[in-house]
């Protein structure tokens, strides 16, 4: 009778608050379409994990003999069958728990980052680095706008010493600060690498966020520009780009990034690679392939497997509520560090820069500079600045995964010094 | 090490990092537009 009510025997109270969360998360994708792509498929695989038995990440553990007699044995096998045999010990004794099927997903295309990269050649078949070439020079608002991320791992660090319980590792803190790489795959890619256990909150924390870029910039901007700052106008010289240009540049950018930092070329390559197919011209199929059924199929998988991540024991937690504000404090910095970084550059500049492109420099595409455009015209309704603001925007998507690379490549040798 | 020493650490090679890679690649583009000009930019150049 027992194994015929074992659901209803397994449920656990805080299943409902998961089931609110990933309600939550459903609601603002499709009533206020924040990132449905993800959201949606995030929120879903909350529920669907938080479910009696948990059947979709592993099956009903057994118990193995074998492994029984062999862990008492040699103690010293445990970890290796927990690592690479889904094995489980509970009183002396092993069980044997077979992954279910978003379990699978996760080992297969998270660990593995497989599903981040391939998501990258889809985002470099999608993006157009035309305006970055004709206004070079906002390239650096793609490095100032990273400031959010390092000023958040010091802020995580912090609030570690304060709380030592939260074991905050340099790691785990820096998995934290690439939430302000505005960039989803990257966040991924450095917390599967940095801090398995909060790829669910830090994923839900990055792409919540960057739905929210209209609600959090410019609060921040008006905070830190003045009214006649804000309708500085910039002048626009419309060059046209060669082929060969467009062509060399992914090439030449993987080869320079990954000479200068080889942990990043799984990020920067991929990108580059999807990149250089729309640009190459003879391969409009995979281009569109990569554009559309490539990114819907992986970010299909990837939202649901992240979702499953969040089981309650792992995502109820006050880290989680923690997390949650530092990626806000990431992101506020951002856009901060990009403001300042033009009021900066403007006392040397006889050509002066509107500040608000400073905040298009994060990797939020193509929000960010549709909203510093709007802000334009609100003040000065026949300014024009969005072309500049796409160029800083787009440099934003090259500073994230430029600044995810260094982190993963900096962190370990920090910690071996 | 002191985790905050790290982490000021990280801070200081990872903005210093992003901005010299940045700039490598200003540079890069600098020299592919220079490089290799549009052919219609020059054609409007040559005519006028």
């Given at each position: 009778m027992e194994q015929l009510l074992e659901g209803v025997l397994g449920f656990h109270w805080q299943y409902l608050v998961m089931y609110l969360i990933g309600g939550v998360l459903i609601y603002l994708a499709i009533k206020k379409e924040y990132e449905p792509m993800l959201l949606l498929p995030i929120g879903f695989g909350a529920i669907i994990v938080n479910l009696p038995l948990k059947s979709v990440w592993e099956y009903t553990k057994e118990l193995d003999v074998t492994a029984t007699s062999l862990i008492n044995k040699f103690p010293e096998f445990k970890d290796f069958l927990a690592e690479n045999f889904s094995y489980v010990f509970e009183n002396g004794q092993a069980f044997k728990v077979e992954p279910g099927i978003l379990q699978i997903l996760f080992n297969s295309g998270i660990l593995t980052e497989l599903f981040p990269v391939l998501i990258f050649v889809a985002v470099g078949a999608m993006i157009d680095f035309t305006p970055l070439f004709k206004s070079p020079r906002m390239i650096f608002f793609g490095a100032a706008a990273q400031f959010g991320i390092f000023f958040t791992v010091l802020a995580a660090l912090f609030l570690n010493k304060l709380f030592p319980a939260l074991n905050f590792d340099l790691k785990t803190a820096s998995a934290i600060g690439i939430i302000g790489a505005a960039d989803g795959p990257t966040s991924i890619f450095v917390?599967?690498?940095f801090a398995k256990d909060l790829i669910g909150p830090i994923s839900v924390a990055a792409y919540s966020y960057m739905s929210l870029v209209p609600i959090i910039q410019p609060p921040v901007i008006r905070a830190l520009t003045t009214k006649k700052e804000r309708m500085i106008r910039m002048e626009y010289k419309d060059t046209t780009v060669s082929k060969t240009t467009l062509i060399l540049f992914?090439?030449?950018?993987?080869?320079?990034?990954?000479i200068l930092a080889p942990i990043s070329v799984p990020l920067v390559g991929l990108l580059m690679f999807g990149n250089l197919i729309r640009e190459c011209g003879v391969l409009e199929?995979?281009?569109?392939?990569?554009?559309?059924?490539?990114?819907?199929?992986?970010?299909?998988?990837?939202?649901?497997?992240?979702?499953?991540?969040?089981?309650y024991d792992k995502f109820l937690k006050k880290e989680t509520l923690i997390i949650l504000a530092l990626g806000l404090f990431a992101f506020v910095f951002d856009t901060a560090g990009g403001v300042m970084f033009a009021k900066i550059m403007n006392l040397f500049s006889k050509e002066k820069i509107n500040p608000m492109i400073g905040a298009a420099g994060i990797s939020a595409f193509p929000m960010s500079s549709r909203i510093v455009q709007r802000m334009a015209k609100e003040d000065d309704p026949e300014n024009f600045i969005l072309m500049q603001a796409v160029s800083a925007n787009v440099s934003g998507q090259l500073g994230s995964i430029v600044a995810g690379g260094i982190v993963l490549a900096v962190v370990p040798w920090l910690l071996s010094l | 090490m002191n985790e905050m020493n790290l982490g000021i650490q990280l801070m200081g090679f990872g903005i210093i990092g992003v901005f010299t890679v940045l700039i490598l690649f200003y540079f890069i583009i600098k020299a592919l537009m220079k490089f290799f000009p549009d052919k219609k930019d020059n054609d409007i150049k040559n005519n006028s």
């Open positions: 917390a599967s690498k992914p090439i030449l950018i993987t080869i320079v990034a990954g199929r995979l281009s569109k392939s990569a554009q559309n059924e490539l990114a819907n199929l992986v970010t299909l998988l990837l939202g649901i497997t992240i979702g499953s991540t969040m089981y | -």
